[in-house]
Protein backbone atom coordinates (compact mmCIF):
# COMPACT_ATOMS: atom_id res chain seq x y z
CA UNK A 1 0.00 0.00 0.00
CA UNK A 2 2.70 2.40 0.84
CA UNK A 3 4.37 1.26 -2.67
CA UNK A 4 1.28 1.90 -4.23
CA UNK A 5 0.48 5.38 -2.14
CA UNK A 6 4.22 7.02 -3.49
CA UNK A 7 3.84 6.42 -7.08
CA UNK A 8 0.28 8.03 -7.22
CA UNK A 9 1.64 10.67 -5.19
CA UNK A 10 4.92 10.75 -8.10
CA UNK A 11 1.58 10.79 -10.77
CA UNK A 12 -0.22 13.65 -9.28
CA UNK A 13 3.17 16.06 -8.75
CA UNK A 14 4.24 15.49 -12.61
CA UNK A 15 0.20 16.22 -13.49
CA UNK A 16 0.70 19.76 -11.54
CA UNK A 17 3.37 21.17 -13.44
CA UNK A 18 1.69 23.58 -15.83
CA UNK A 19 3.25 26.24 -18.68
CA UNK A 20 2.10 29.72 -17.38
CA UNK A 21 2.29 32.83 -20.15
CA UNK A 22 1.14 36.17 -20.16
CA UNK A 23 2.13 39.60 -21.69
CA UNK A 24 2.77 42.94 -20.90
CA UNK A 25 2.37 46.37 -22.11
CA UNK A 26 2.68 49.83 -21.65
CA UNK A 27 0.83 53.19 -22.40
CA UNK A 28 2.58 55.81 -24.07
CA UNK A 29 1.94 58.84 -25.17
CA UNK A 30 1.50 59.63 -28.84
CA UNK A 31 2.95 62.72 -30.46
CA UNK A 32 3.45 64.68 -33.86
CA UNK A 33 5.08 68.10 -34.95
CA UNK A 34 2.07 70.00 -32.96
CA UNK A 35 3.05 67.67 -29.57
CA UNK A 36 1.44 64.95 -27.47
CA UNK A 37 -1.67 64.46 -28.98
CA UNK A 38 -3.39 60.97 -27.28
CA UNK A 39 -2.10 57.54 -25.37
CA UNK A 40 -1.38 54.04 -27.17
CA UNK A 41 -0.78 50.54 -25.70
CA UNK A 42 3.02 49.57 -26.73
CA UNK A 43 4.52 45.97 -25.91
CA UNK A 44 7.35 45.88 -23.32
CA UNK A 45 9.53 44.41 -25.57
CA UNK A 46 13.09 41.90 -24.28
CA UNK A 47 12.22 43.55 -20.57
CA UNK A 48 13.58 40.74 -17.50
CA UNK A 49 10.40 38.84 -16.05
CA UNK A 50 10.71 37.20 -12.66
CA UNK A 51 8.15 34.36 -11.62
CA UNK A 52 7.06 34.02 -7.92
CA UNK A 53 5.23 31.50 -6.19
CA UNK A 54 3.98 33.15 -2.84
CA UNK A 55 6.70 35.85 -3.13
CA UNK A 56 9.78 33.52 -3.95
CA UNK A 57 11.36 33.32 -7.32
CA UNK A 58 11.00 30.21 -8.59
CA UNK A 59 12.22 31.32 -13.02
CA UNK A 60 13.56 33.99 -14.52
CA UNK A 61 12.92 34.89 -18.58
CA UNK A 62 12.02 37.83 -20.88
CA UNK A 63 9.32 39.31 -23.08
CA UNK A 64 9.80 38.91 -26.71
CA UNK A 65 8.87 41.43 -29.43
CA UNK A 66 4.92 41.37 -28.52
CA UNK A 67 5.98 41.58 -24.81
CA UNK A 68 4.57 38.03 -24.63
CA UNK A 69 6.56 35.50 -21.85
CA UNK A 70 5.71 31.61 -20.76
CA UNK A 71 7.27 29.93 -18.30
CA UNK A 72 6.82 25.71 -18.55
CA UNK A 73 7.36 23.13 -16.21
CA UNK A 74 5.99 25.48 -13.10
CA UNK A 75 4.98 23.91 -10.18
CA UNK A 76 1.02 24.44 -9.42
CA UNK A 77 0.18 27.19 -6.73
CA UNK A 78 -2.46 29.47 -5.95
CA UNK A 79 -0.38 32.31 -5.84
CA UNK A 80 1.65 32.98 -8.64
CA UNK A 81 2.67 36.33 -10.06
CA UNK A 82 5.01 38.19 -12.39
CA UNK A 83 7.55 41.03 -11.85
CA UNK A 84 8.67 42.60 -14.78
CA UNK A 85 11.85 44.80 -14.59
CA UNK A 86 13.29 47.78 -16.68
CA UNK A 87 16.08 45.94 -17.76
CA UNK A 88 17.66 43.59 -19.70
CA UNK A 89 21.55 42.14 -20.01
CA UNK A 90 21.36 40.02 -22.66
CA UNK A 91 20.18 39.82 -26.65
CA UNK A 92 22.79 42.41 -27.55
CA UNK A 93 20.91 44.25 -24.87
CA UNK A 94 22.00 45.74 -21.22
CA UNK A 95 19.52 48.33 -20.34
CA UNK A 96 18.43 49.26 -16.75
CA UNK A 97 16.17 52.44 -16.12
CA UNK A 98 17.04 53.11 -12.19
CA UNK A 99 14.99 56.05 -10.29
CA UNK A 100 18.46 58.00 -9.24
CA UNK A 101 21.96 57.39 -8.73
CA UNK A 102 21.88 57.78 -4.99
CA UNK A 103 19.05 54.80 -4.13
CA UNK A 104 19.84 53.44 -7.52
CA UNK A 105 16.60 50.90 -7.52
CA UNK A 106 15.11 49.26 -10.80
CA UNK A 107 11.94 50.20 -11.83
CA UNK A 108 9.52 47.12 -11.49
CA UNK A 109 6.18 46.10 -11.82
CA UNK A 110 4.20 43.36 -10.07
CA UNK A 111 1.07 41.63 -11.59
CA UNK A 112 -1.67 39.94 -9.78
CA UNK A 113 -1.97 36.43 -8.65
CA UNK A 114 -3.73 33.66 -10.07
CA UNK A 115 -4.50 30.46 -9.32
CA UNK A 116 -3.44 28.07 -11.34
CA UNK A 117 -6.50 25.92 -10.63
CA UNK A 118 -8.38 27.78 -12.37
CA UNK A 119 -6.06 29.74 -15.12
CA UNK A 120 -2.44 29.47 -16.20
CA UNK A 121 -3.03 32.89 -18.11
CA UNK A 122 -1.64 35.91 -16.34
CA UNK A 123 -3.65 37.88 -19.65
CA UNK A 124 -2.06 41.07 -20.42
CA UNK A 125 -0.44 43.12 -17.97
CA UNK A 126 -0.95 46.95 -18.34
CA UNK A 127 1.17 49.84 -17.02
CA UNK A 128 -0.40 52.88 -17.49
CA UNK A 129 1.06 56.66 -17.87
CA UNK A 130 0.42 57.28 -14.01
CA UNK A 131 2.04 54.22 -13.03
CA UNK A 132 4.71 52.19 -14.05
CA UNK A 133 4.49 53.28 -18.18
CA UNK A 134 7.18 56.21 -17.90
CA UNK A 135 9.89 53.68 -16.88
CA UNK A 136 9.18 51.24 -19.69
CA UNK A 137 8.68 53.44 -22.19
CA UNK A 138 12.99 55.25 -21.36
CA UNK A 139 13.19 51.45 -21.36
CA UNK A 140 11.99 50.33 -24.73
CA UNK A 141 13.78 53.33 -26.10
CA UNK A 142 16.66 52.06 -24.87
CA UNK A 143 15.47 48.03 -26.78
CA UNK A 144 15.55 50.44 -29.98
CA UNK A 145 18.48 52.30 -29.28
CA UNK A 146 20.42 48.45 -28.80
CA UNK A 147 18.25 46.79 -31.74
CA UNK A 148 19.62 49.62 -33.65
CA UNK A 149 22.61 49.20 -32.82
CA UNK A 150 23.07 45.61 -33.45
CA UNK A 151 21.79 46.28 -37.26
CA UNK A 152 24.91 48.82 -37.71
CA UNK A 153 27.27 46.33 -36.11
CA UNK A 154 26.43 42.50 -36.35
CA UNK A 155 29.36 41.24 -33.80
CA UNK A 156 28.09 43.11 -31.22
CA UNK A 157 27.97 41.01 -27.96
CA UNK A 158 25.06 39.54 -26.36
CA UNK A 159 25.61 41.76 -23.56
CA UNK A 160 27.23 45.39 -24.42
CA UNK A 161 28.51 48.18 -22.11
CA UNK A 162 25.71 48.98 -19.83
CA UNK A 163 23.33 52.00 -20.48
CA UNK A 164 21.91 53.28 -17.40
CA UNK A 165 18.99 55.78 -17.20
CA UNK A 166 18.29 57.33 -14.53
CA UNK A 167 14.66 59.21 -14.19
CA UNK A 168 12.05 59.99 -11.44
CA UNK A 169 9.02 61.66 -11.41
CA UNK A 170 9.48 65.29 -10.65
CA UNK A 171 13.51 65.23 -10.84
CA UNK A 172 14.40 68.82 -11.79
CA UNK A 173 17.81 68.07 -12.31
CA UNK A 174 17.91 68.62 -16.02
CA UNK A 175 18.21 65.97 -18.87
CA UNK A 176 22.10 65.51 -20.46
CA UNK A 177 24.24 62.36 -20.63
CA UNK A 178 26.77 62.52 -17.90
CA UNK A 179 30.41 60.83 -19.14
CA UNK A 180 31.94 60.60 -15.67
CA UNK A 181 28.82 58.20 -14.47
CA UNK A 182 28.20 56.74 -18.13
CA UNK A 183 24.85 57.72 -17.62
CA UNK A 184 21.80 59.23 -18.65
CA UNK A 185 20.08 61.41 -16.39
CA UNK A 186 16.40 62.50 -17.69
CA UNK A 187 13.80 65.24 -16.39
CA UNK A 188 10.62 64.08 -14.84
CA UNK A 189 8.90 67.47 -14.48
CA UNK A 190 4.99 67.54 -15.10
CA UNK A 191 5.84 70.94 -16.81
CA UNK A 192 8.43 69.20 -19.02
CA UNK A 193 7.74 65.23 -19.37
CA UNK A 194 11.17 63.87 -20.56
CA UNK A 195 10.09 60.53 -20.08
CA UNK A 196 8.02 60.13 -22.81
CA UNK A 197 9.63 62.69 -25.18
CA UNK A 198 11.29 60.02 -27.42
CA UNK A 199 13.32 61.83 -29.58
CA UNK A 200 15.15 63.87 -26.66
CA UNK A 201 15.65 60.35 -24.55
CA UNK A 202 17.05 59.04 -28.01
CA UNK A 203 19.10 61.81 -28.37
CA UNK A 204 20.78 61.49 -25.10
CA UNK A 205 21.60 57.50 -25.87
CA UNK A 206 23.36 58.87 -28.88
CA UNK A 207 26.00 60.65 -26.67
CA UNK A 208 25.86 57.74 -24.52
CA UNK A 209 26.77 55.70 -28.16
CA UNK A 210 29.35 57.88 -28.48
CA UNK A 211 31.17 57.98 -25.85
CA UNK A 212 30.99 53.87 -25.83
CA UNK A 213 31.23 52.86 -29.01
CA UNK A 214 33.68 55.69 -30.50
CA UNK A 215 34.78 59.10 -29.29
CA UNK A 216 33.25 62.33 -27.65
CA UNK A 217 35.12 65.72 -26.71
CA UNK A 218 32.47 67.84 -26.71
CA UNK A 219 32.81 71.36 -24.31
CA UNK A 220 29.50 70.65 -22.83
CA UNK A 221 27.70 74.08 -21.74
CA UNK A 222 24.56 75.96 -23.14
CA UNK A 223 23.45 75.44 -27.14
CA UNK A 224 20.90 75.95 -29.73
CA UNK A 225 20.30 74.68 -33.14
CA UNK A 226 20.96 78.11 -34.26
CA UNK A 227 24.04 78.65 -32.80
CA UNK A 228 27.79 78.72 -33.72
CA UNK A 229 29.79 76.58 -31.21
CA UNK A 230 32.99 75.14 -30.80
CA UNK A 231 33.35 72.35 -33.55
CA UNK A 232 33.62 69.76 -30.86
CA UNK A 233 30.10 70.51 -29.73
CA UNK A 234 28.61 71.20 -32.73
CA UNK A 235 29.58 67.74 -34.00
CA UNK A 236 28.55 66.07 -30.75
CA UNK A 237 25.18 67.20 -30.65
CA UNK A 238 24.53 67.20 -34.32
CA UNK A 239 25.76 63.27 -34.12
CA UNK A 240 23.07 63.49 -31.03
CA UNK A 241 20.54 64.57 -33.14
CA UNK A 242 21.27 61.99 -36.50
CA UNK A 243 21.17 59.44 -34.05
CA UNK A 244 17.90 60.15 -32.75
CA UNK A 245 16.33 60.87 -35.78
CA UNK A 246 18.21 57.14 -37.12
CA UNK A 247 16.64 55.22 -34.69
CA UNK A 248 13.23 56.00 -34.93
CA UNK A 249 13.64 55.73 -38.57
CA UNK A 250 14.78 52.36 -38.06
CA UNK A 251 10.82 51.41 -36.79
CA UNK A 252 8.63 53.13 -38.83
CA UNK A 253 5.55 51.98 -37.77
CA UNK A 254 5.91 53.88 -34.73
CA UNK A 255 7.86 57.13 -36.22
CA UNK A 256 6.02 58.70 -39.12
CA UNK A 257 8.33 61.75 -39.64
CA UNK A 258 11.98 60.77 -37.60
CA UNK A 259 13.12 64.29 -39.23
CA UNK A 260 11.49 66.26 -37.15
CA UNK A 261 12.97 66.33 -33.92
CA UNK A 262 10.17 67.29 -31.37
CA UNK A 263 10.75 68.43 -27.78
CA UNK A 264 7.06 68.79 -25.86
CA UNK A 265 6.77 70.44 -23.01
CA UNK A 266 3.97 70.61 -20.15
CA UNK A 267 1.97 73.27 -22.33
CA UNK A 268 3.56 73.14 -25.80
CA UNK A 269 6.07 72.05 -27.62
CA UNK A 270 8.93 73.07 -29.94
CA UNK A 271 10.19 70.94 -33.23
CA UNK A 272 12.90 71.83 -35.70
CA UNK A 273 13.70 69.94 -38.88
CA UNK A 274 16.96 67.94 -39.75
CA UNK A 275 16.02 67.29 -43.16
CA UNK A 276 15.12 70.66 -44.71
CA UNK A 277 16.73 71.93 -42.03
CA UNK A 278 15.15 74.27 -40.22
CA UNK A 279 16.71 78.05 -39.80
CA UNK A 280 18.00 77.04 -43.48
CA UNK A 281 20.49 80.41 -43.09
CA UNK A 282 21.67 79.56 -39.86
CA UNK A 283 22.24 76.10 -40.05
CA UNK A 284 25.63 76.48 -41.87
CA UNK A 285 29.29 75.92 -41.51
CA UNK A 286 30.41 73.02 -39.44
CA UNK A 287 30.19 74.67 -36.40
CA UNK A 288 26.77 74.51 -36.12
CA UNK A 289 24.81 71.41 -34.70
CA UNK A 290 21.84 71.27 -37.23
CA UNK A 291 23.99 71.44 -40.25
CA UNK A 292 26.30 68.40 -38.77
CA UNK A 293 23.00 66.54 -38.09
CA UNK A 294 21.84 67.88 -41.25
CA UNK A 295 24.37 66.46 -43.81
CA UNK A 296 24.78 62.86 -41.31
CA UNK A 297 20.59 62.74 -42.20
CA UNK A 298 21.75 63.61 -45.94
CA UNK A 299 24.02 60.76 -46.10
CA UNK A 300 21.60 58.10 -45.45
CA UNK A 301 18.24 59.46 -46.39
CA UNK A 302 19.51 60.87 -50.09
CA UNK A 303 19.97 64.70 -50.61
CA UNK A 304 18.04 66.63 -53.74
CA UNK A 305 21.53 67.86 -54.76
CA UNK A 306 22.80 64.29 -55.34
CA UNK A 307 21.79 61.03 -57.11
CA UNK A 308 21.50 59.45 -53.59
CA UNK A 309 17.28 58.65 -54.02
CA UNK A 310 15.66 58.11 -50.80
CA UNK A 311 16.23 55.07 -48.14
CA UNK A 312 19.19 53.98 -46.57
CA UNK A 313 22.33 54.75 -48.05
CA UNK A 314 25.61 55.47 -46.16
CA UNK A 315 24.54 54.00 -42.58
CA UNK A 316 27.53 51.22 -42.90
CA UNK A 317 29.76 53.79 -43.98
CA UNK A 318 28.78 56.34 -41.43
CA UNK A 319 29.00 53.80 -38.73
CA UNK A 320 32.79 52.41 -39.70
CA UNK A 321 33.98 56.32 -39.86
CA UNK A 322 32.04 56.96 -35.96
CA UNK A 323 32.81 53.82 -34.54
CA UNK A 324 36.85 52.64 -36.51
CA UNK A 325 38.23 55.51 -37.44
CA UNK A 326 37.01 57.94 -34.88
CA UNK A 327 38.60 56.82 -31.70
CA UNK A 328 42.08 56.67 -33.40
CA UNK A 329 42.17 60.45 -33.24
CA UNK A 330 41.48 63.43 -30.78
CA UNK A 331 39.48 66.90 -30.75
CA UNK A 332 37.05 64.86 -32.78
CA UNK A 333 35.26 66.87 -35.09
CA UNK A 334 32.75 66.84 -37.95
CA UNK A 335 36.08 66.87 -40.21
CA UNK A 336 37.39 63.89 -37.90
CA UNK A 337 34.27 62.01 -39.38
CA UNK A 338 35.05 63.22 -43.08
CA UNK A 339 38.21 61.74 -42.77
CA UNK A 340 37.03 58.72 -41.76
CA UNK A 341 34.74 58.40 -44.28
CA UNK A 342 37.35 59.27 -46.44
CA UNK A 343 39.46 55.94 -45.17
CA UNK A 344 36.29 53.85 -45.32
CA UNK A 345 34.94 54.36 -49.12
CA UNK A 346 37.07 57.05 -50.86
CA UNK A 347 34.70 56.73 -54.51
CA UNK A 348 31.59 58.04 -52.48
CA UNK A 349 34.02 61.26 -51.61
CA UNK A 350 32.70 63.52 -54.39
CA UNK A 351 28.93 63.12 -53.82
CA UNK A 352 29.97 63.67 -50.00
CA UNK A 353 32.06 66.65 -49.95
CA UNK A 354 31.41 68.71 -53.61
CA UNK A 355 33.66 70.59 -55.27
CA UNK A 356 34.45 74.33 -55.75
CA UNK A 357 32.62 73.81 -59.06
CA UNK A 358 29.89 70.48 -58.20
CA UNK A 359 27.13 70.50 -55.77
CA UNK A 360 27.32 68.49 -52.62
CA UNK A 361 25.70 67.11 -48.98
CA UNK A 362 28.73 68.91 -47.09
CA UNK A 363 28.73 72.17 -49.40
CA UNK A 364 24.89 72.34 -49.65
CA UNK A 365 25.51 73.43 -45.98
CA UNK A 366 28.24 75.59 -46.40
CA UNK A 367 31.11 73.12 -45.41
CA UNK A 368 33.98 73.46 -47.55
CA UNK A 369 35.81 70.30 -47.44
CA UNK A 370 37.46 70.29 -50.64
CA UNK A 371 40.38 72.41 -52.34
CA UNK A 372 39.69 75.74 -53.77
CA UNK A 373 40.64 76.84 -57.49
CA UNK A 374 43.87 78.09 -56.05
CA UNK A 375 45.20 75.10 -55.04
CA UNK A 376 48.04 73.98 -55.51
CA UNK A 377 50.13 76.89 -53.80
CA UNK A 378 51.95 75.47 -50.72
CA UNK A 379 55.06 76.98 -51.59
CA UNK A 380 56.27 80.50 -52.86
CA UNK A 381 57.44 79.02 -56.12
CA UNK A 382 53.58 78.41 -56.92
CA UNK A 383 51.94 81.27 -55.13
CA UNK A 384 48.46 82.42 -56.25
CA UNK A 385 47.84 85.67 -57.70
CA UNK A 386 45.83 87.94 -55.61
CA UNK A 387 44.09 90.65 -57.08
CA UNK A 388 44.18 94.30 -55.25
CA UNK A 389 41.12 95.95 -54.37
CA UNK A 390 37.19 95.18 -53.31
CA UNK A 391 36.63 92.83 -56.08
CA UNK A 392 39.85 91.09 -55.31
CA UNK A 393 37.66 89.45 -52.47
CA UNK A 394 38.27 85.68 -52.89
CA UNK A 395 37.15 82.25 -50.62
CA UNK A 396 39.66 79.97 -49.78
CA UNK A 397 40.39 76.76 -47.97
CA UNK A 398 42.51 75.35 -45.91
CA UNK A 399 41.72 71.50 -47.24
CA UNK A 400 44.90 71.16 -48.79
CA UNK A 401 48.03 70.19 -46.49
CA UNK A 402 50.05 72.86 -45.79
CA UNK A 403 49.96 76.61 -45.77
CA UNK A 404 48.31 78.70 -48.62
CA UNK A 405 50.82 81.13 -50.34
CA UNK A 406 49.60 84.56 -52.61
CA UNK A 407 51.59 87.14 -54.61
CA UNK A 408 50.22 90.51 -54.77
CA UNK A 409 51.67 93.27 -57.44
CA UNK A 410 51.18 96.54 -55.11
CA UNK A 411 51.19 100.42 -56.05
CA UNK A 412 52.63 102.88 -54.13
CA UNK A 413 50.59 103.75 -50.73
CA UNK A 414 50.00 101.51 -47.91
CA UNK A 415 49.26 97.90 -48.83
CA UNK A 416 46.99 95.87 -46.18
CA UNK A 417 45.80 92.24 -46.40
CA UNK A 418 43.41 90.59 -43.82
CA UNK A 419 41.59 87.50 -43.75
CA UNK A 420 37.78 87.74 -42.95
CA UNK A 421 34.54 85.92 -42.53
CA UNK A 422 36.11 82.74 -40.83
CA UNK A 423 34.01 79.66 -41.73
CA UNK A 424 34.14 75.89 -40.63
CA UNK A 425 36.27 77.15 -37.15
CA UNK A 426 38.77 77.93 -39.19
CA UNK A 427 41.54 79.97 -37.60
CA UNK A 428 44.44 82.30 -39.43
CA UNK A 429 48.00 83.22 -38.96
CA UNK A 430 48.93 86.03 -41.91
CA UNK A 431 52.14 86.83 -42.61
CA UNK A 432 53.13 89.35 -45.24
CA UNK A 433 56.97 88.91 -46.92
CA UNK A 434 58.86 90.97 -49.53
CA UNK A 435 59.53 89.27 -53.14
CA UNK A 436 62.08 86.43 -52.07
CA UNK A 437 59.64 84.89 -49.67
CA UNK A 438 62.37 85.64 -47.00
CA UNK A 439 62.10 88.46 -45.19
CA UNK A 440 59.27 89.04 -43.14
CA UNK A 441 57.70 92.44 -43.16
CA UNK A 442 54.14 91.76 -40.74
CA UNK A 443 52.33 89.26 -39.23
CA UNK A 444 49.41 89.45 -37.30
CA UNK A 445 47.27 85.95 -35.83
CA UNK A 446 44.51 87.13 -33.95
CA UNK A 447 42.40 90.40 -35.02
CA UNK A 448 41.51 91.01 -31.57
CA UNK A 449 40.94 88.51 -28.48
CA UNK A 450 37.75 88.04 -30.06
CA UNK A 451 37.97 87.53 -33.99
CA UNK A 452 40.46 85.15 -34.78
CA UNK A 453 40.82 86.89 -38.43
CA UNK A 454 44.11 88.06 -39.05
CA UNK A 455 45.48 91.73 -40.30
CA UNK A 456 48.59 93.29 -41.62
CA UNK A 457 49.68 95.85 -43.58
CA UNK A 458 52.96 97.64 -44.48
CA UNK A 459 53.65 101.32 -46.26
CA UNK A 460 54.78 100.87 -50.32
CA UNK A 461 56.87 103.37 -51.91
CA UNK A 462 57.10 101.92 -55.06
CA UNK A 463 55.40 99.76 -57.65
CA UNK A 464 56.37 96.62 -55.71
CA UNK A 465 55.52 92.73 -55.46
CA UNK A 466 54.90 90.54 -51.84
CA UNK A 467 54.04 87.60 -50.86
CA UNK A 468 51.53 87.25 -48.52
CA UNK A 469 51.51 83.48 -46.36
CA UNK A 470 48.24 82.38 -44.68
CA UNK A 471 49.06 79.61 -42.10
CA UNK A 472 46.45 77.50 -40.29
CA UNK A 473 45.94 78.60 -36.48
CA UNK A 474 44.87 76.53 -33.51
CA UNK A 475 45.12 72.55 -32.76
CA UNK A 476 41.39 71.76 -32.99
CA UNK A 477 40.18 72.44 -36.53
CA UNK A 478 42.54 71.41 -39.84
CA UNK A 479 40.41 72.47 -42.66
CA UNK A 480 38.25 75.88 -42.15
CA UNK A 481 38.05 78.60 -44.94
CA UNK A 482 38.48 82.00 -45.05
CA UNK A 483 38.01 85.04 -47.35
CA UNK A 484 41.03 87.06 -48.10
CA UNK A 485 41.46 90.75 -49.36
CA UNK A 486 44.00 93.16 -50.57
CA UNK A 487 44.19 96.92 -50.89
CA UNK A 488 46.17 99.65 -51.21
CA UNK A 489 45.13 102.89 -49.69
CA UNK A 490 46.17 106.62 -49.13
CA UNK A 491 50.00 106.72 -46.75
CA UNK A 492 48.40 108.57 -43.32
CA UNK A 493 50.17 111.99 -42.80
CA UNK A 494 53.58 111.58 -41.30
CA UNK A 495 53.19 112.23 -37.45
CA UNK A 496 55.99 114.10 -35.60
CA UNK A 497 58.69 112.95 -33.20
CA UNK A 498 57.18 113.10 -29.89
CA UNK A 499 58.20 116.77 -27.95
CA UNK A 500 58.30 118.43 -31.76
CA UNK A 501 56.81 121.82 -32.47
CA UNK A 502 57.15 124.91 -33.97
CA UNK A 503 58.50 127.26 -31.15
CA UNK A 504 56.81 130.86 -32.41
CA UNK A 505 53.72 128.74 -32.94
CA UNK A 506 54.24 127.17 -29.40
CA UNK A 507 54.73 130.56 -27.48
CA UNK A 508 52.21 132.44 -29.05
CA UNK A 509 49.36 130.08 -28.09
CA UNK A 510 50.62 130.14 -24.71
CA UNK A 511 50.25 132.98 -24.12
CA UNK A 512 46.82 133.29 -25.43
CA UNK A 513 46.30 130.31 -23.87
CA UNK A 514 47.11 131.20 -20.20
CA UNK A 515 46.89 135.21 -21.04
CA UNK A 516 49.62 136.30 -19.77
CA UNK A 517 49.48 139.73 -21.77
CA UNK A 518 52.78 140.96 -20.16
CA UNK A 519 55.15 137.98 -19.32
CA UNK A 520 56.43 137.42 -23.37
CA UNK A 521 59.00 134.51 -22.53
CA UNK A 522 60.61 133.14 -25.85
CA UNK A 523 60.00 129.38 -25.19
CA UNK A 524 63.24 127.49 -25.12
CA UNK A 525 63.89 124.91 -27.87
Same mark, same amino acid.
Given at each position: ???????????????????????????????????????????????????????????????????????????????????????????????????????????????? #?????????????????????? $??????? @????? !???????????????????????????????????????????????????? *?? &??????????????????????????? !??? =????????????????????????? @??????????? #??????????????????????? %??? @????????????? #?????? #????????????????? !? &?????????????????????????????????????????????????????????????????????????????????? =???????? %??? /???? *?????????? /????? $?????????????????????????? +????????????????? !??????? =???????????????????????? %? +?????????
Amino acid at each position: MRTAFFLVGMASAAAAQVTVSGAVQYEDRTYDAAGFNGTTMRPVRQADVELLDTGTSVALGSTDETGSFSFSGVAASSSLQVRIYARRAGGKINAVVRNNAGASAIYTALSA #SIDTSVTTSFGTIDLLQTGAGP $AFNIFDC @AVKCF !QYLASLQPSLPAVPPPMTVYWELNNANGTYFDNAANGIFLLGLVSDPDQYDD *DI &ILHEMGHWVAFNFSRDDTLGGPHSVID !QLD =PRTSWSEGWAHYWSAAVRRFFPAEY @ANPNLQVDNFG #SGNSVFDIEAPSFPTLAVMATNE %LAV @ATVLWHLIDGNTL #SPLGSG #SVYEPEIWSSVSVQIPL !Q &INITLEKFHSGLTVVDPAIMPTVSGSETTPGIFKEREIRYYPDDSDPNESTGTAAPLTLGPVGLVQRTFFTPGDDWYSVAAT =PGLLSVQT %LNL /GDGG *DTVLELYDAS /GLTLL $ASNDHRSSTDRSSFVETPVAANATFL +VRVTRGGTVVQYGYYDL !QAQVGPL =PPPIPPHGAHHCGALGMDAVALLG %L +VRLLRRPRC
